[in-house]
């Protein structure tokens, strides 16, 4: 199996400190808003508004030198991190950013050796995070409707060397999920609430589903289909970042920043109890969610 180019382990770190080489994909690095994922093609020239680079020069070097482009400014070379390879993906659809990806991640509890079903794959950015932390011994099992978006997205991850980690699957996954016994499923499509109780099918018991939403009117379906369906601990999160420019005596935040991306649902498969019973465990669900956070310590300092 090929290695990801990523530094995860003692052996990628060896690999990182190998030189550049054909075919490897560079982030080259001006500043932080002028960064270009290049594949070193021998005899190719990279062509920007402060000069060119000959990539014959760059083959060989070592990942971090300065670089001088034709018209005397310097670059330098960095190899790409999992941040890059969704950032700089070829898109067709809208992406999950790091923000979002890092919390879905985290809230689905997945691993190295972990099996995840994702839904829709779009550009492939979140698989790209999932086939990188579930590692080379579990599987990324994305589902896709359309085939030219499929294409697209095997390409990236054929790019970011996580392609053997996934399993593309064309198809409606609103029709069903043919996994079982799954760690988690993850959805980013319109209609995610179609998709519950076909993950509640799929997933082991306690496995744990994610769902990402643009809308307020699409976390509320999700919820309550979340609740019919045999999940519980259940919890919808916002996530906001604001950046901050650093600079001694005007360190402040960003006066732009990107006001939504979506929501982040999360909840875990419970084994389904009898109708009227589920029905009282929903009830005092909701009556928990309602109260005021309770002080694990004072708790404990009662008891
Ligand atoms: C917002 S994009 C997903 C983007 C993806 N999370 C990423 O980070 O690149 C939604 C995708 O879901 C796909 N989709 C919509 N409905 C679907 C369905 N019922 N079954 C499978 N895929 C579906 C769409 O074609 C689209 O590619």
């Given at each position: 199996m090929e290695q990801t180019p990523f530094f995860t382990s003692?052996?990628?770190?060896?690999?990182?400190?190998?030189?550049?080489?054909?075919?490897?994909?560079?982030?080259?690095?001006?500043?932080?808003?002028?960064?270009?994922?290049?594949?070193?093609?021998?005899?190719?020239?990279?062509?920007?508004?402060?000069?060119?680079?000959?990539?014959?020069?760059?083959?060989g070097k070592e990942y971090g030198e300065p670089i001088k482009s034709n018209l005397g400014i310097y670059f330098t070379t960095l190899k790409p991190a999992l941040t890059d390879y969704i950032m700089k993906s070829s898109r067709n659809t809208q992406i999950i950013y790091p923000k979002d990806a890092a919390l879905i991640v985290m809230f689905s509890g997945i691993g190295p050796g972990s099996r995840v079903v994702e839904s829709g794959t779009g550009t492939g950015?979140?698989?790209?995070?999932?086939?990188?932390?579930?590692?080379?011994?579990?599987?990324?099992?994305?589902?896709e409707l359309r085939p030219e978006f499929q294409k697209n997205a095997a390409k990236n991850l054929e790019r970011s060397k996580l392609i053997d980690h996934v399993e593309m699957k064309s198809g409606d996954v609103t029709l069903g999920i043919e996994e079982r016994d799954v760690n988690a499923v993850i959805l980013d499509l319109a209609v995610p609430w179609l998709v519950v109780p076909h993950a509640y099918e799929a997933l082991r018991p306690s496995g744990i589903i994610v769902s990402f939403s643009p809308t307020i009117d699409q976390v509320v379906k999700t919820t309550e289909a979340l609740r019919e369906n045999g999940f519980v601990f259940i919890e919808t999160i916002e996530c906001m970042m604001r950046a901050m420019q650093v600079e001694r005596g005007k360190t402040r935040p960003q006066t732009l920043m990107t006001g939504h991306t979506g929501y982040i649902t999360h909840a875990r498969k419970i084994l389904k109890l009898p109708v009227q019973e589920n029905t009282q465990t929903l009830i005092q669900e909701e009556t928990v969610a309602e109260e005021a956070?309770?002080?694990?310590?004072k708790v404990e300092e009662i008891a």
């Open positions: 003692q052996e990628e770190n060896e690999l990182a400190n190998q030189k550049i080489a054909e075919g490897d994909y560079v982030l080259i690095y001006l500043d932080a808003r002028r960064t270009y994922m290049i594949k070193m093609q021998p005899g190719q020239t990279f062509h920007t508004h402060k000069g060119y680079l000959k990539l014959d020069e760059l083959i950015s979140l698989t790209t995070a999932l086939a990188h932390y579930v590692g080379p011994t579990g599987k990324v099992y994305t589902y956070p309770v002080d694990q310590e």
